[in-house]
């Protein structure tokens, strides 16, 4: 048998080690993907809306309306007590916000917040009687920011605290509802 250099000695009936190392090569390369990096930055929640209202007086100086009524019609006072900033924001799990800056009325520190939704249809939805925070003494006047889960069907919102105190109730509600489908 014929003596072979080092470079062609066979690995394999019919293949030399050099022949092997070039298919590998060429193989692998063929295999590899280069991969692609779409976007370095998960892609935030989309906003699909956002809408500023007044915040009036709700109470009457004896009661506070429900908040099934505010729900429906907002405050029916025109007397101002600050604003109100919503914005809806589609995601896995769609939410409502609101951003309340009073202007005047009572203090409002520890007091439950409402996010009152309902249809086009005027119908409130589920969580009208479900605080979604507390207005924090930390910041009197605001603004603050309050969260909730949009309840499906949702498109119209208004924020509502119940205030009673100081001689009377000074309930305040945004008015008119926003629309935010």
């Known amino acids: 048998m014929p003596e072979e250099s080092a470079a062609q000695e066979p690995t394999h009936v019919g293949h030399s080690r050099r022949t092997l190392i070039k298919g590998a090569v060429v193989g692998a390369g063929v295999l590899w993907v280069?991969?692609?990096?779409?976007?370095f930055i998960s892609p935030a929640a989309a906003v699909s809306g956002t809408a500023t209202t007044g915040l009036f007086k709700s109470g009457n100086g004896s009661a506070n309306p429900a908040l099934t009524t505010l729900c429906q019609a907002g405050a029916g006072s025109t007397a101002g007590r600050g604003?109100?900033?919503?914005?809806?924001?589609?995601?896995?799990t769609p939410q409502i916000c609101v951003t309340v800056t009073l202007s005047t009325g009572a203090d409002a520190s520890s007091r439950s917040i409402y996010i009152l939704q309902s249809n086009a249809g005027g119908s409130c939805l589920g969580g009208t009687t479900t605080a979604v925070g507390t207005w924090s003494s930390s910041?009197?006047?605001?603004?603050?920011?309050?969260?909730?889960p949009i309840v499906a069907g949702a498109t119209k919102f208004v924020v509502a605290q119940q205030l009673t105190g100081g001689g009377g109730n000074d309930g305040w509600a945004s008015s008119p509802p926003v629309s935010l489908p």
């Open 139 to 148: 910041a009197p006047s605001g603004p603050q920011t309050f969260c909730a």
């Open 34 to 39: 280069t991969p692609v990096v779409e976007s």
């Open 83 to 92: 604003s109100a900033v919503f914005t809806r924001t589609e995601g896995t």
